[in-house]
């Protein structure tokens, strides 16, 4: 596979091993975890393929050149050694996203402006013209990563970041992140076997993201634009054949995906996002306060929300995750039930024992995703059962 090449694929912490697991069920080789990111192998075809797919991710890029610089005249000299015609031409646009952990290299907007000097001077030595800078419609996004003395030169595959899916164009206050929301479901175990519900849906992101791994539809499939089609190597055609090879794989749903909200304003834009990604024959939205309903379905029933921490919403903190576990132990029985939180202290008010607690990052806020296992009748009479 002479066509293969390395590509590293960013994600939140916590989510390397479900990333990892997502590349290899893709075909992906070679595929190695790291902090906050997955490096793999794989030809042109699987790069449009992995920014197609991958739930988890959050950018792909693609490493094209690593040099040693400890200052500014080594860092131009490393930049400048590169063949950068073979990436754009001087009438095109580009910029560089920079990220640095050294002692050589203290500020990355310094060293952005010193790449691209190294590759504006190289244009315009070799044809008296210059490629310019665009910071949000490049032709090519450049990204360079320092680690001490080790300069890491990559092209951003993606563009905007992946949990960009296309189809959420309403919000809410502080909305999930998209790639979060389809992380901590796979972290839940959930594969579409079964009903899912989202008590306190927001504008529908968490059953957005449940009813295309339910249904194995390509979590990037409504994206208008990747980086890679302004590339001079893009293939449309390679492209469409990829495009169809996933949709050929899209199953078919025979449960049931709803999301509640007691707020009118949020249902709506729920709806609307659900419609934006054609998903409204697998999920059904309704106004209701989840601290009045009961499970409606007959066997498991698998629950995953959002709720608020205290910093998105005024809300009685203790009384408020008191009667969510007061809800969940009265009114739904046979229910495996999930919530993310950073509101760590208010985890002792639920009441209820997490069988599983999983650290993860929302934004810069540290959180738990908690896992409560709600039994049919009580947990004692279930293991009896089992052992008569």
Not at 33 to 47: C, H, I, N, Q, Y
Not at 131 to 158: E, G
Not at 335 to 364: C, Q
């Amino acid at each position: 596979m002479e066509n293969n090449f390395k590509m590293i694929a960013k994600t939140f912490f916590g989510f390397e091993e479900i990333l990892a697991q997502e590349l290899r069920q893709l075909g992906a080789q070679d595929v190695q975890l790291g902090t906050r990111m997955v490096s793999f192998r794989g030809d042109k075809g699987f790069m449009y393929k992995a920014n197609l797919s991958l739930r988890t991710a959050l950018k792909i890029l693609k490493p094209i050149y690593h040099f040693r610089a400890n200052n500014e005249a080594g860092l131009y000299k490393g930049i400048s050694g590169m063949n950068w015609s073979q990436y754009m031409n001087s009438n095109q646009t580009f910029v560089i996203d920079t990220t640095v952990h050294s002692d050589y290299f203290k500020h990355s907007q310094f060293v952005s402006q010193k790449c691209k000097d190294a590759i504006v001077d190289q244009f315009r030595s070799k044809t008296g013209q210059r490629p310019s800078i665009d910071k949000d419609y490049p032709d090519l996004r450049i990204n360079i990563h320092i680690d001490r003395d080790q300069v890491s030169v990559s092209l951003d595959t993606s563009g905007a970041s992946l949990h960009h899916r296309g189809y959420r164009t309403a919000t809410n206050i502080a909305p999930i992140n998209e790639v979060l929301a389809a992380g901590m479901i796979l972290l839940s175990g959930w594969n579409g076997q079964g009903d899912f519900l989202d008590p306190m849906c927001g504008s529908g992101t968490i059953c957005a993201e449940a009813a295309m791994i339910a249904c194995n539809i390509p979590a990037n499939i409504n994206r208008k634009e990747f980086a890679f089609e302004k590339w001079n190597d893009w293939d449309n055609e390679l492209f469409d054949i990829v495009m169809d090879s996933l949709l050929k794989k899209v199953r078919e749903f025979h449960y049931t995906i709803k999301g509640y909200d007691k707020a009118p304003s949020a249902v709506q834009k729920a709806k609307d996002n659900i419609k934006n990604a054609n998903l409204d024959e697998y999920v059904t939205i309704s106004e209701r306060n989840f601290f009045d309903t009961e499970k409606e379905t007959q066997g498991p029933l698998h629950i995953l929300f959002n709720p608020p921490y205290g910093e998105r919403l005024d809300i009685q903190m203790e009384r408020f995750y008191r009667e969510i576990g007061d809800t969940l132990k009265q009114n739904y029985p046979g229910t495996n039930a999930w919530f993310i939180t950073a509101n760590l202290e208010a985890l002792k008010f639920v009441g209820l024992k997490p069988s599983r607690k999983i650290k993860l990052y929302n934004g810069s806020l540290e959180a738990r995703l908690v896992k409560y296992e709600m039994y049919e009748g009580s947990k004692r009479a279930k293991f009896q059962i089992i052992k008569e």
